[in-house]
């Protein structure tokens, strides 16, 4: 496979990943109570574990209910 064939659904997947990781550090540093952890736990959380993996557990284990 060439990587030109890729493109098309690399693309919209590395925008969508971007997005959410941006959604998520902006979540995480404009709030200041967290269920588990503390503000600096999820940005190394969401930062490292960038592909959907760290946004996607600070959303179930971390965010609190408002």
């Known amino acids: 496979m060439n990587i030109q064939e890729l493109l098309p659904f ?16 902006h979540h995480i540093l404009t709030h200041d109570h967290y269920k588990r952890g503390n503000r600096a736990l999820w940005l190394v959380i969401a930062i490292i574990g960038m592909e959907f993996i760290g946004p996607v557990l600070y959303f179930i284990f971390g965010k609190e209910e408002s």
């Not at 690399?10 to 550090?25: D, F, Q």
């Open 10 to 25: 690399l693309i919209p997947l590395v925008l969508v990943e971007l997005a959410l990781l941006g959604y998520t550090i």
